[in-house]
């Protein structure tokens, strides 16, 4: 599974960012987004089951991230909403075949795209 990630940039806090992951090759069941501060591990965001949808979120972003996936682009989105500086990272898109929040169980993973939030 290849996987391209796009849509990071530099946003004020309270603003917004939409980020997509673009998957191609082999099949998965799911996709998930991690994110990682400098000095820091790398953090479940959040993730969603490709067949029926089901997502899953770090309690850190419910309520200001949504996660949705456009099966016919075979693309899934990283809606971001009242930005905080501390999500300021990397965030990396990953592939897998079950949904789960540990990064170990992810097989595939994107290049990773940087968001910056200035306060």
């Known amino acids: 599974v290849q996987l391209q990630a796009s849509g990071g940039g530099l946003v004020q806090a309270g603003g917004s960012l939409r980020l997509s992951c673009a998957a191609s090759g082999r099949s998965f069941s799911s996709l998930a987004w991690f994110h990682q501060a400098p000095g820091k591990e790398r953090e479940f965001v959040g993730g969603?089951?490709?067949?029926?949808?089901?997502?899953l979120y770090a309690d850190s972003v419910k309520g200001r991230f949504t996660i949705s996936r456009d099966n016919t682009k075979n693309t899934v989105y990283l809606q971001m909403n009242s930005l905080k500086p501390e999500d300021t990272a990397v965030y990396y898109c990953?592939?897998?075949?079950?949904?789960?929040?540990?990064?170990?169980?992810?097989?595939?993973w994107g290049q990773g795209t940087l968001v910056t939030v200035s306060s």
């Open positions: 969603i089951t490709w067949s029926v949808g089901i997502t």
């Open positions: 990953a592939a897998g075949y079950a949904l789960y929040s540990r990064s170990s169980q992810y097989n595939y």
